[in-house]
């Protein structure tokens, strides 16, 4: 791929309309496997996907103008999945397995287009709204977050001179190349690009993951961006996300059956894929509750993607799991993908090397630290926590305990039934800075 210099793009910057979306592969390849078994199992399922900013301080309504983002947002619908990129996705082996995705899911894909939206101003924020079927509202997740980002970032930037903008992004390649000269000291390290959803701008991210290829080499395994994959000739990156169990427990009848739905999607999942794409994610309604409870066969799994309790916590957790079931650590696979900068996969990488085999997916304080980097000392570049979740199911409310109750989400009177099922054993607070 061509180097943009995207100071220089971002100054002469004049087009009606910059497109912030481009493709529909402009995702994460996670959306794409757990699509084609959503649309296996539950073509039916309406499930609803809201935006909610953690950061209250940043009021996004007044940042970004309403009329920008409905063009960015209207332009996203007009977008559809090209010839080249089906028959990419089509032939491509992905985790060593060819044709990953059925002709009739391909078939599918080329008439796909992202449903409609709602969208309105409430006290400074906006509300933003998916509601439809679930095998067309999920695909909203990736695209609505990255145009709400870049927005931001152009916001900040748009009074900006020349000099100012080289010189901004400068400090940002060097800061990013500081933290790939350490982690070059990481012999066994394993690293991915997970920063599609809060990055902040597709320019960016493609240099963040051109730097990281030739400055890692072959530590740097791929990207979770599946048009940057393609693009880049890299291994596209990804398993399975939270809306799976929300979901499955939204639609529960009963509490025995919402103690249950966190395994019966991970049968679903195993039904679908083998190898490395068996990796477990516990903590949507508590990892404590999940693995008290998670069945034997679990152990035969690739591994685990311990998301918001704090690294060394969970995976120690999950390891004493796994010696509780007789299994070797060290024939294992952890995933470590919640906040991730330099510090904490230093100090993670250090505390479990040898111990259990291990991979980094590092989001947004990859594809988005400009902390300390503008030259007029302005900090509307910094990046916040901002989600797109799945809020209800066949119109009942969907929960996410998590482990970090700061990152619950959820009606709270269907968040204390949760809690009631699954138990807030060892449910820790923690500030969320992304």
């Given at each position: 791929?061509?180097?943009?210099?995207?100071?220089?793009?971002t100054?002469?910057?004049?087009?009606?309309?910059?497109?912030?979306?481009?493709?529909?592969?402009?995702?994460?390849?996670?959306?794409?496997?757990?699509?084609?078994?959503?649309?296996?199992?539950?073509?039916?399922?309406?499930?609803?996907?809201?935006?909610?900013?953690?950061?209250k301080?940043?009021?996004l309504?007044?940042?970004?103008?309403e009329?920008?983002?409905?063009?960015?947002l209207?332009?996203a619908?007009?977008?559809?999945?090209?010839?080249?990129?089906?028959?990419?996705?089509?032939?491509?082996?992905?985790?060593?397995?060819?044709?990953?995705?059925?002709p009739?899911?391909?078939?599918?894909?080329?008439?796909?287009?992202?449903?409609?939206?709602?969208?309105r101003?409430?006290?400074?924020?906006?509300?933003?709204?998916f509601?439809?079927?679930?095998?067309?509202?999920s695909?909203w997740?990736?695209?609505?977050?990255?145009?709400?980002?870049?927005?931001?970032?152009?916001?900040?930037?748009?009074?900006?001179?020349?000099f100012?903008?080289?010189?901004l992004?400068?400090?940002?390649?060097?800061?990013?190349?500081?933290?790939?000269?350490?982690?070059?000291?990481?012999?066994?390290?394993?690293?991915?690009?997970?920063?599609?959803?809060?990055?902040?701008?597709?320019l960016?991210q493609?240099?963040?993951?051109?730097?990281?290829?030739?400055?890692?080499g072959?530590?740097?395994?791929?990207?979770?961006?599946?048009?940057?994959?393609m693009?880049?000739?890299?291994?596209a990156i990804?398993?399975?996300?939270?809306?799976?169990?929300?979901?499955a427990?939204?639609?529960?009848?009963s509490?025995?059956d919402?103690?249950?739905?966190?395994?019966?999607?991970?049968?679903?999942?195993?039904?679908?894929?083998?190898?490395?794409?068996l990796?477990?994610l516990?903590?949507?309604f508590?990892?404590?509750?999940?693995?008290?409870?998670?069945?034997?066969?679990?152990?035969?799994?690739?591994?685990f993607?311990?998301?918001?309790?704090p690294?060394?916590?969970?995976?120690?957790q999950?390891?004493?799991?796994?010696?509780?079931?007789?299994?070797?650590?060290?024939?294992?696979l952890?995933?470590?993908s919640?906040?991730?900068?330099?510090?904490?996969?230093?100090a993670?990488?250090?505390h479990?090397?040898?111990r259990?085999?291990?991979?980094?997916?590092w989001?947004?304080?990859?594809?988005n630290?400009?902390?300390?980097?503008?030259?007029?000392g302005?900090?509307?570049?910094?990046?916040?926590?901002?989600?797109?979740?799945v809020?209800?199911?066949?119109?009942?409310?969907?929960?996410?305990l998590?482990?970090?109750?700061?990152?619950?989400?959820?009606?709270?009177a269907?968040?204390?039934?949760?809690?009631?099922?699954?138990?807030?054993?060892?449910?820790?607070?923690?500030?969320?800075?992304?």
């Amino acid at each position: 791929m061509a180097v943009t210099d995207i100071a220089k793009r971002t100054y002469d910057h004049n087009f009606r309309l910059d497109p912030i979306v481009r493709s529909l592969l402009d995702t994460d390849f996670y959306k794409l496997l757990m699509l084609q078994m959503i649309r296996h199992i539950h073509p039916d399922v309406q499930a609803t996907f809201s935006l909610i900013n953690r950061t209250k301080s940043v009021r996004l309504a007044d940042i970004i103008d309403e009329s920008e983002l409905r063009a960015q947002l209207d332009h996203a619908r007009t977008v559809r999945f090209s010839k080249k990129e089906l028959i990419w996705l089509a032939g491509n082996s992905f985790y060593g397995r060819q044709q990953m995705f059925a002709p009739d899911f391909i078939a599918w894909l080329a008439d796909f287009r992202l449903p409609e939206y709602e969208l309105r101003k409430i006290d400074g924020q906006y509300e933003l709204r998916f509601a439809g079927p679930w095998t067309h509202t999920s695909m909203w997740e990736i695209p609505a977050l990255a145009i709400i980002n870049e927005l931001k970032s152009r916001a900040a930037m748009r009074d900006k001179g020349k000099f100012t903008l080289d010189i901004l992004y400068a400090r940002a390649k060097a800061k990013l190349w500081d933290k790939v000269e350490r982690l070059r000291e990481l012999p066994d390290l394993v690293l991915s690009d997970f920063g599609t959803r809060r990055r902040h701008g597709f320019l960016w991210q493609r240099w963040c993951v051109e730097a990281l290829k030739e400055g890692l080499g072959g530590r740097f395994i791929g990207t979770s961006n599946v048009l940057l994959a393609m693009d880049a000739d890299l291994e596209a990156i990804g398993t399975n996300a939270h809306e799976l169990p929300m979901v499955a427990a939204a639609l529960a009848e009963s509490d025995e059956d919402l103690a249950k739905a966190p395994y019966r999607v991970l049968e679903d999942w195993r039904q679908h894929y083998n190898g490395n794409l068996l990796i477990a994610l516990p903590d949507a309604f508590g990892t404590t509750a999940f693995l008290k409870n998670a069945p034997h066969w679990l152990a035969d799994w690739t591994g685990f993607r311990p998301d918001s309790a704090p690294p060394i916590e969970g995976g120690e957790q999950i390891i004493r799991w796994w010696q509780e079931q007789g299994v070797d650590p060290r024939s294992k696979l952890l995933i470590f993908s919640d906040g991730m900068d330099i510090g904490t996969i230093e100090a993670t990488y250090r505390h479990f090397h040898g111990r259990v085999r291990m991979s980094f997916g590092w989001g947004t304080n990859l594809t988005n630290d400009f902390r300390g980097c503008d030259p007029d000392g302005a900090t509307g570049l910094e990046p916040i926590s901002l989600v797109c979740k799945v809020t209800s199911a066949n119109g009942r409310p969907a929960v996410k305990l998590s482990d970090n109750p700061a990152k619950a989400t959820g009606d709270p009177a269907e968040i204390e039934r949760y809690l009631r099922v699954f138990g807030a054993e060892d449910r820790v607070t923690s500030t969320v800075s992304v």
